[in-house]
């Protein structure tokens, strides 16, 4: 979707009210930013993680596959020129889980060591059983990327432009407790955005914002016993 603006508003009070007396001496609109190309060069890492041996394993199965989870974001900004600046951010997840399956789960299939013959109730070669216990491993994995320019056209004047990429990829999703593995499914996403901003103080009493924004997204979803 596409969608175009430009709007003026007045600046509210720092605490947000909008009921409250009028203030008579006002001062020019604050930046909450640096100027671009004023700024100094910044960043931050951080890291999560966890592991199988850090957790007790589940009750209800007894050979339980390794899992872990990894957590990864950081940013990256500073000036380009004196008059520009930049900055990167980004994140990576990556999740691999377990879908514990409960123990004596009734089955119905033609072979029943073989759950992509599952059949309905009462058809000819249909056989019932229960399935044991298992765990499925589930793994998610997701990433994400957004660089950001600022040019300061004026002291008055800012324009931003924004790009954001996102990614995700799932694997054996919606199994677990009573749901077997033939119900699962596998799934992708990915979204990439576009935004750019014009800032201009046309007063002391005045900003005028003027936004564009572009994004397009893609899902998928594919069932592994179709």
Known sequence: HCQVGGEAVEPQPPDGSEHEAPIIARRAPARLDPLPG????????????????????????????????????GSLSGPLTKTSSFN????????????????NVQIYATN???????????????????????????????????PRLDFALSDKNTLTIRYEHEQGNNKN?????????????????????????????????????????WQRSNATANALNP
């Open 112 to 146: 029943l060591n073989d759950l992509s013959t599952i059949c309905a109730p009462g058809t000819s070669g249909c056989l019932t059983g229960n399935y044991s216990g298992s765990a499925i491993n589930h793994p998610q994995k997701r990433w994400e990327i957004s």
């Open 88 to 103: 990167v951010s980004g994140s990576n997840r990556d999740i691999e889980d377990n879908n514990i399956i409960s123990n």
């Open 38 to 73: 004023t700024d100094k060069f910044r960043g931050n890492i951080n890291v999560q993680g966890n592991q199988k041996w850090l957790n007790t394993s589940s009750p209800f199965v007894q050979n339980q596959p390794d899992y872990h989870t990894f957590f990864l974001l």
């Open 173 to 213: 999703n919606n199994i677990g407790t009573f749901v077997l593995p033939t119900r699962g499914q596998n799934s992708t996403s990915q979204e990439d955005t576009i935004q750019i901003s014009d800032s201009q103080i046309i007063s002391p009493k005045v900003v005028n914002e003027t936004r564009f924004e």
